[in-house]
């Protein structure tokens, strides 16, 4: 059981952590997920930067069906920082004045318009927040790995978001996150005070264990329920199951949607070894044809090779699987 996750497991935990998310939504509404696709008459979308190309935009937008309260029903929650940050991961790629208006018009279309309004007007205040955490991250008062650091800057953050958004916005967008990393601060805290006994410090880690509300525990068990969850389907596999029987396995274990998402990430990872399958037979080929030419003609040739068959961020994963 104690083992290091690998990548598909980090994947199959974010699966588990969708449902989680969905708890987390302000107001006891039901919330209508907004499509993707622009509106009618909407322009064509701009290139997409290296960095995004091969994936899905991160951040499921969301407006309450009776558009209320004020903001035109918006649902202010981490999908739409979510939404933000994967836009802004393209900087150094784009400018951010380029990018701030693609995701201005990416919410025109996807919105209506008072909604729109209201979220742009986030995303506004997002681009200052994250430019001043910039200035604050360089005091030298919350510099190191310690644990009173690690509380100074989350303190500090928390302070700092105080200026720019209201109390029901830093909930919806910062307070799970927050809640998780106050949970694990307080947890080094304890086992780090040389004051406290070894009985004292189970005792304060079990009061924390209790005080935990239920979608923070649900994040903190998701890894160790990702493992338990790989190690069944390895041994069904083994013994010969289909693939209806490993979804019905984990249909029961989490929820129909969630089988259906890692059945699809089943399929996704074959189709990776196939690649990853392909090109190392392609790349024992051109190592063989190129084995008189000089060793920077046939690196030269290794890159294209990966270039043609791989994005950069795939191509950063092949070195796990050089032989």
Same mark, same amino acid.
């Given at each position: ?80 920082? /979510? ?8 900087? &150094?790629?784009?400018? %951010? +004045? $380029?990018? *701030? =208006? ?91 005070? /040389? ?8 005792? &304060?880690?079990?009061? %924390? +264990? $209790?005080? *935990? =509300? ?110």
């Amino acid at each position: 059981m104690a083992k290091i996750l690998n990548h598909r497991s980090w994947a199959l935990v974010a699966v588990i952590l969708l449902g989680i998310a969905v708890s987390l939504v302000a107001w006891n509404r039901e919330p209508v997920p907004v499509p993707a696709s622009g509106a009618v008459g909407a322009t064509a979308a701009p290139a997409t930067p290296r960095t995004m190309q091969g994936t899905d935009t991160d951040g499921q937008i969301q407006v309450l069906a009776d558009g209320t309260p004020a903001g035109g029903g918006l649902v202010v929650d981490a999908e739409l920082r /979510k939404f933000f940050d994967y836009h802004l991961s393209a900087v &150094g790629e784009k400018s %951010l +004045d $380029a990018i *701030r =208006a693609e995701v201005e018009q990416a919410l025109d279309q996807r919105l209506p318009s008072a909604a729109a309004a209201y979220a742009k007007r986030l995303l506004a205040l997002y681009l200052a927040f994250k430019t001043a955490l910039v200035d604050l991250e360089q005091r030298p008062e919350l510099a190191g790995h310690g644990v009173a650091a690690l509380r100074a800057r989350l303190v500090g953050m928390q302070q700092l978001r105080a200026r720019y958004f209201d109390e029901r916005e830093v909930q919806g967008m910062f307070g799970f996150d927050d809640a998780y990393d106050l949970d694990a601060i307080s947890r080094m805290e304890i086992s780090q005070d /040389k004051t406290l006994s070894d009985t004292q410090k189970q005792q &304060g880690l079990a009061a %924390l +264990d $209790a005080a *935990r =509300a239920p979608e923070l525990r649900d994040a903190h068990d998701a890894p160790m329920a990702v493992v338990r969850l790989e190690e069944t389907t390895a041994r069904m596999r083994q013994n010969g199951a289909s693939d209806d029987e490993v979804y019905r396995m984990r249909a029961a274990a989490f929820d129909p949607q969630a089988a259906s998402r890692l059945a699809e990430l089943d399929r996704e990872e074959a189709a990776w070894k196939a690649r990853i399958q392909a090109y190392l037979a392609e790349r024992d080929r051109l190592l063989r044809a190129n084995a008189r030419e000089p060793e920077p003609v046939r690196l030269a040739a290794l890159a294209a090779l990966q270039e043609s068959q791989f994005t950069p961020d795939e191509q950063r994963r092949l070195a796990a699987y050089e032989r």
